[in-house]
């Protein structure tokens, strides 16, 4: 159990663009879901807390605007990144947290490889 | 803010050798998490240690946890080709309820076969 996906695994977007990337829980329930980015040999830095039913929890230097995060429900968040730029090439990763859960059990997606061109 | 660093940053092995990775929180953790990202893939969970001098042993894999519970290691005996990839510790934020997992900065291995 606790199987998380993300679709797509892969994209590959023009400059300016917007692209969006999903999380699901696939056999439970998250009230919560982290968003994380990771740069080629680096490590993974989390941008934002992503609540079912409430505003993302961005961390400091995210832009909101950019990343914008819903969690319509208790087994998908998405990801959009807006105006995309080659700067944001990265591996974007999610994970879900099993509601009821103990607070530091996360299950992590198999991650999105953007390339913008 | 919280600072989880690991060393060293690369390790090359002969298959057979042994190997070590060391990990250290700049605040105390109320538990530490060790994942294996292969490279291409996306991190997956090891294990979780929470007590203080904790000892847990996979195969051949041995995790300890500080008695401080700021520094962790994470030993692998006689490595393989298969335990090529980066191992990164992650601990989650240092305020009760806290769910923020702030990772390590990885050891990146490799194996000459």
């Known amino acids: 159990g606790a199987v998380v996906s993300q679709h797509p695994s892969r994209v590959i977007c023009k400059s300016g663009t917007s692209v969006k990337i999903e999380c699901r829980s696939l056999?439970?329930?998250?009230?919560?879901m982290f968003w994380y980015r990771q740069f080629p040999k680096q490590s993974l830095m989390l941008m934002a807390t992503?609540?079912?039913?409430?505003?993302?929890?961005?961390e400091q230097g995210v832009e909101k605007d950019k990343f914008l995060i819903n969690h319509a429900s208790l087994t998908l968040s998405t990801l959009t990144v807006t105006s995309a730029h080659p700067e944001d090439s990265s591996f974007y990763i999610c994970?879900?947290?099993?509601?009821?859960?103990?607070?530091?059990?996360?299950?992590f997606g198999p991650g999105t490889r953007l390339t913008v061109l | 803010g919280q600072q989880v660093m690991q060393i060293p940053q690369y390790q090359h092995v002969q298959e057979g050798e042994d190997f070590t990775t060391y990990c250290n929180s700049s605040t105390t953790l109320s538990n530490i998490q060790w994942y294996k990202q292969r490279p291409g893939g996306h991190p997956v969970f090891l294990i979780q240690l929470v007590k203080s001098g904790e000892v847990k042993k996979q195969k051949r894999l041995t995790f300890q946890f500080g008695e401080a519970k700021k520094n962790s290691s994470l030993h692998i005996t006689a490595t393989q080709t298969t335990d090529v990839g980066t191992y990164f510790c992650a601990g989650p934020g240092s305020n009760f309820g806290n769910e923020k997992l702030t990772f390590g900065t990885g050891t990146r291995l490799t194996i000459i076969p």
């Open positions: 994970s879900a947290q099993r509601t009821g859960s103990s607070a530091d059990t996360q299950y």
């Open positions: 056999d439970f329930q998250a009230t919560t």
């Open positions: 992503s609540n079912e039913g409430s505003k993302a929890t961005y």
